[in-house]
């Protein structure tokens, strides 16, 4: 009889146990009856009316559902299968083609298709579990539910929303806040800005700038020799970029736009001491500096 | 012909009946399954504080079918966490509940439905007779 009694939950064995085999002592189980023990030992399990805790808590009528906490988990997935959208657009490759050049945010789009799903669920589901008083407030209520955890769960008529449910609404407001502090800190850190990085010496009067990821490789160049012979090669494959030299925004010399990989050279620049600038034509974000000291 | 005739006897006098009176007995909020021996749990208690085996033997004796310990413990388990019912301190294991005001309330709003229900369709019954 015992061997039945573990099938139910710990918080029911503290408070019924003892009464319970008082009353199969009473009446010897039959078969049916042992049935109906198993029945109540997954009920119990299933709609547990009281916390962890030992509290009542007779919640929707019937605690917690497993489905209920399957959608709940759903949602918190697909809040955060939306944040990982939202981090793969902003982080996606840039490319050139003949649209022009934009960030290819394709690979996020699996992303907010399944987060799409599984938010749908968890707000169908929200609907679906609302009883059926609830018939005219049945669309404002699942929208409260979602946006507005502060639905009064058990007022008298008010809308009956479990804690599943609720939770959902939770999650479900805490992504979009965070997707949205996310997308603004990455939105900042992808503002263009002087090109940081090792500053490179030049000793032979021979250099390379080299265009990786759509970026100059040295950010910065010091260079003594004014008679430079400057190489440049882009690493990008099928991406065009050309490298540009200014002299504050006086343009010196230019290489052809080359599609990567290739390799050409600047001609012939004739330089004095001071600052000067990278750029490309493709590219106008791309920058890098190059410091001619003297000798 | 008599197919569809008896079809509709049953739903007129059996189905919607049934479901009228499970409506009521449901309005102990969403007991489900438990919904009906709720309802004679706390019809028994109504005369005074039982603890589960005399609440068990009481149900049978008023319904005239079993209640297996599983169901009776769920449906106890219901009524408490509703505040329909109350814990008493255990006797020698057994613990006794008592109605409460709450339950004593929702008890006589469930009977008052089941008179009024009752009330008209003998009413009915009687004019069709007549």
């Not at chain 1, 799903?117 to 059926?132: D, E, F, M, N």
């Not at chain 1, 250099?207 to 990821?213: D, G, I, K, Q, Y």
């Not at chain 1, 504050?248 to 080359?258: F, H, N, Q, S, Y």
Request: glycine residues 12%; contains cysteine; neutral net charge.
């Amino acid at each position: 009889m015992t061997a039945l009694l573990r099938l139910y939950p710990r918080a029911w064995r503290d408070r019924y146990e003892d009464e319970f085999l008082a009353l199969l002592e009473s009446r010897p189980p039959d078969v049916l009856d042992r049935v109906d023990i198993v029945r109540g030992a997954v009920d119990a399990r299933l709609h547990p009316q009281r916390r962890a805790d030992g509290a009542p808590d007779p919640t929707d009528g019937g605690g917690v559902r497993i489905s209920d906490r399957l959608v709940a988990a759903g949602v918190f997935l697909g809040a955060g299968l939306l944040l990982a959208g939202i981090v793969a657009a902003v982080n996606g490759p840039m490319v050139t083609d003949e649209h022009g050049t934009y960030r290819d945010g394709a690979a996020a789009l699996p992303f907010f298709v399944a987060a799409l799903v599984l938010l749908a669920a968890g707000a169908i589901r929200t609907t679906r579990r609302l009883p059926s008083s609830a018939d005219g407030t049945r669309g404002g209520a699942a929208m409260l539910a979602v946006f507005g955890p502060a639905t009064d769960p058990a007022g008298p008529g008010g809308v009956r929303v479990t804690r599943g449910v609720r939770r959902s609404g939770v999650a479900a407001v805490v992504s979009v806040i965070v997707a949205m502090a996310l997308v603004g800190a990455c939105g900042g850190a992808a503002e263009p800005g002087t090109p940081a990085g090792t500053p490179v010496q030049v000793v032979g009067g021979q250099m390379t700038v080299t265009a990786e990821a759509i970026a100059f490789v040295p950010a910065t160049t010091t260079t003594a020799p004014t008679d430079l012979t400057i190489a440049f090669e882009n690493k990008d494959a099928g991406i065009p970029h050309d490298l540009v030299l200014y002299a504050g925004d006086v343009k010196l010399a230019a290489t052809e736009i080359v599609t990567g990989p290739a390799t050409t050279t600047l001609s012939d620049p004739k330089l004095v001491p001071g600052d000067y600038r990278f750029t490309c034509t493709v590219h106008p974000n791309m920058q890098a500096s190059l410091l001619v000291t003297g000798s | 012909l008599t197919g569809t005739f008896q079809r509709h006897i049953y739903r007129v006098t059996i189905y919607q009946p049934s479901r009228i009176a499970r409506r009521q007995v449901a309005d102990i909020p969403e007991l489900g399954r438990f919904a009906e021996p709720s309802l004679y749990i706390l019809l028994s208690l109504s005369d005074g504080p039982k603890h589960g085996y005399a609440i068990m033997t009481d149900v049978e004796s008023i319904s005239g079918s079993p209640l297996g310990p599983g169901t009776l413990y769920g449906a106890l388990a219901r009524l408490e966490a509703r505040g329909f019912i109350e814990a008493l301190e255990p006797e020698d294991r057994r613990r006794p509940y008592r109605l409460t005001a709450l339950g004593a309330t929702t008890l006589r709003a469930q009977l008052e439905q089941m008179r009024g229900f009752a009330r008209t369709g003998l009413e009915r019954l009687g004019d069709a007779g007549r």
